[in-house]
Structure formats: structure tokens, C-alpha cells
């Protein structure tokens, strides 16, 4: 199996900081990561699929980059929308394999 | 417009079976490329997948729950059901389905059911 691993698993920032989290995974899975923002009671949201591209009517502040088994979601000037958790998934693999999370505060 | 939507029992005992259903609307379970997935989270903790179906019925389970997952699909329906047996308080946790595309991952979530599991 394929693990994801994030890391912070918490991170504290303000409104306007520019905000990086990291998905590892322990093994290539080529670009075949998505990256998921999730409220308190609410399904999560696609933001990011195939590493990079941005799913539509996400904020342009929001990016993704990397390949291979190093991912990055950065967002460029934090709003306080952006205060929540997010995961990263990938699906390279036979199984889909989700990360621990990400949870973002308010500093 | 695509929807989903997760339903079945609130509440199960322990080592009793399990069955939800994802009503969606919006796409067909008929066309290539297409999958339903399912995916658990436990209160205040992380996403799990537990089980995807395709459109050409390849189904897929997470190996650490393979033993007590079966997903099946009715296409003229446009249900996704999952069952789970010998549930365990463990188990307690929202169950969401999702559409799933190969290239973009889960798209479209449903509104997730919380599940219950106490004697």
C-alpha cells in the first residue's frame, strides 16, 4: 500500500501569510495527487487534482506543484475563508490512499 | 448538476451488518471512466477510503477492511451500496460517497451520514 504522510499535521498562520503544506508519499505516484479542503461538518472539496491543476472556481491563491513522491499545496495570501483542514489523496495506485491532514488555525 | 446523497441506519449494534446507499444524479455509472467511491471519517479524525466501483463494475476495497466490504452498484437506479459487516464501535464514523474520475479523483462528495455503532 502506499502511504501519504502531511505534514504540519497543524499549522497556525494569519490572513495574508503565504501557507505551505507538504504530502509525501512512500512510493512514486507519478502526478496522480488531489488535494482536499474540508470545513467543521462538511464534505471535503476538490481544490487540486493531477498535482497542479486547479478544479474550477477554486481561488487562483490556491497551487499545487511537485511529482514523484513530493507534493506541495501552497496558498499565496491566506483569507479567512482558508481556515480549515486539508488532505492530500492519491490515486495512482490499485487503492486510494488519503493523508492524515492538515489543519489550518488562526494564529 | 451532480448530487450524491448518503442514507441508511443512524445507529447499528455491534457486529451487525451494515448497508448504505448513495443516491446520486447528475452522471451514469455507464459511462467509461466513471466510479463511485466511498470514504469513512471517525470523529475528529482523518479521511479513510474503504471502496471504490467503476463503471464497467471493477470494484476495488481498502486492503485492511477487504474481509467485510462489498460494494455493488444498480445502474438504472443510479445507486452505489456498501455493507459492511460485524460493524464495531470503532467503525462510528460519517460515511460520505463520491463520484471518481481516474484523471481528477473525487469531484462530487454527498453530504455525508454519520453512523453509529453501540450496543
Known amino acids: 500500500d502506499i502511504q501519504m504522510t502531511q505534514s504540519p499535521s497543524t499549522l497556525s498562520a494569519s490572513v495574508g501569510d503565504r501557507v505551505t503544506i507538504t504530502c509525501r508519499a512512500s512510493q512514486s505516484i507519478s502526478s496522480w495527487l488531489a488535494w482536499y479542503q474540508q470545513k467543521p461538518g462538511k464534505a471535503p472539496k476538490l481544490l487540486i487534482y493531477?498535482?497542479?491543476s486547479l478544479e474550477s472556481g477554486v481561488p487562483s491563491r490556491f497551487s499545487g506543484s511537485g511529482s514523484g513522491t513530493e507534493f506541495t499545496l501552497t496558498i499565496s495570501s491566506l483569507q479567512p475563508d482558508d481556515f480549515a483542514t486539508y488532505y492530500c489523496?492519491?490515486?495512482?495506485?490499485?487503492?486510494?490512499?488519503f493523508g492524515g491532514g492538515t489543519k489550518v488555525e488562526i494564529k | 448538476q451532480i448530487t450524491l446523497k448518503e442514507s441508511g441506519p443512524t445507529l447499528v449494534k455491534p457486529t451487525q451488518t451494515l448497508t448504505l446507499t448513495c443516491t446520486f444524479s447528475g452522471f451514469s455509472l455507464s459511462t467509461s471512466g466513471v466510479g463511485v467511491g466511498w470514504i469513512r471519517q471517525p470523529p475528529g479524525k482523518a479521511l479513510e477510503w474503504l471502496a471504490l466501483i467503476y463503471w464497467d463494475d471493477d470494484k476495488r476495497y481498502s486492503p485492511s477492511l477487504k474481509s467485510r466490504l462489498t460494494i455493488t452498484k444498480d445502474t438504472s437506479k443510479n445507486q452505489v451500496v456498501l455493507t459492511m459487516t460485524n460493524m464495531d464501535p470503532v467503525d462510528t464514523a460519517t460515511y460520505y460517497c463520491?463520484?471518481?474520475?481516474?484523471?481528477?479523483?473525487?469531484?462530487?462528495w454527498g453530504q455525508g451520514t454519520l453512523v453509529t455503532v453501540s450496543s
Open positions: 493531477k498535482a497542479s
Open positions: 489523496q492519491q490515486y495512482n495506485s490499485y487503492f486510494l490512499t
Open positions: 463520491a463520484n471518481y474520475g481516474d484523471y481528477v479523483g473525487c469531484v462530487y
